[in-house]
């Protein structure tokens, strides 16, 4: 089985403050690993994977993620957070083999305060 | 290039009646897959589809059924709705039906059951 885990439900930082967003993950064999960020009323925007090669990995607005694979640990991270950050995140992980969905995280609402 | 349509946005249905929604995927993709999302169990899968094929089935009822046609589109029936059915209905699409491609979401159809 595979799975996902996002232990915070939210987290809160102050504009211009670095952001951590935590996913740890659980599969059989290679894990494929994404971020999506979804604001009210949207759907899931697709923000950055990990497939293979450099553990970090840099995506959309700034984003950027470090594939851990001895922690199992795929964080989302921005060195600088805007207001406009805020949204629900969701960690998602697929194994290799493509036999499995993809399976999403419970979801983590960061919230930018000015 | 258009993204991922989903109809209709919004409906509202009594228990006991059947539903189709309906997803027409990004020019090119091949693959779409179906979430339901509700605040308290996430964002759950219902299915995946590859070219006209079932490659992937969630843990959900019978009641819940979809398929994909020859042009990608798909379509997803709820039969004999129930109170708990109701939640925010995704459809995503991706390139191919391999791991490492993305998946890009539409809007949502949000279902109400009454």
């Known amino acids: 089985a595979q799975s996902v885990a996002q232990p915070e439900d939210q987290v809160n930082v102050a504009e211009g403050n670095p952001l951590t967003v935590k996913c740890t993950y659980s599969?059989?064999?290679?894990?494929?690993l994404f971020w999506y960020v979804q604001y009210p009323n949207r759907g899931l925007q697709f923000l950055l994977k990990?497939?293979?090669?450099?553990?970090l990995v840099k995506g959309s607005y700034g984003f950027e993620a470090e594939f851990n694979k001895s922690q199992t640990s795929f964080h989302l991270k921005k060195p600088s957070a805007l207001v406009s950050d805020s949204a629900l995140y969701f960690c998602?992980?697929?194994?290799?083999?493509?036999?499995?969905?993809?399976?999403f995280g419970s979801g983590t609402r960061l919230q930018v305060q000015p | 290039k258009a993204g991922v349509t989903q109809t209709p946005r919004y409906l509202i249905k009594t228990r006991g009646q059947q539903v189709t929604l309906s997803c027409s995927p990004i020019?090119?993709?091949?693959?779409v897959s179906w979430y339901q999302q509700t605040p308290g169990q996430g964002l759950q899968f219902l299915f995946e589809?590859?070219?006209?094929?079932?490659?992937n089935k969630g843990n959900f009822p019978g009641r819940f059924s979809g398929r994909q046609f020859s042009n990608s589109r798909s379509e997803m029936n709820v039969s004999t709705l129930e109170l708990g059915d109701s939640a925010l209905y995704l459809c995503?699409?991706?390139?191919?039906?391999?791991?490492?491609?993305?998946?890009?979401f539409g809007p949502g159809t949000r279902l109400t059951v009454t």
């Open positions: 995503a699409s991706s390139l191919e039906g391999t791991s490492t491609y993305e998946q890009y």
């Open positions: 599969v059989s064999g290679n894990p494929y």
């Open positions: 990990y497939i293979t090669g450099d553990n």
């Open positions: 998602a992980v697929r194994d290799a083999t493509g036999r499995r969905a993809l399976t």
């Open positions: 020019s090119g993709h091949r693959s």
């Open positions: 589809y590859f070219s006209e094929t079932q490659r």
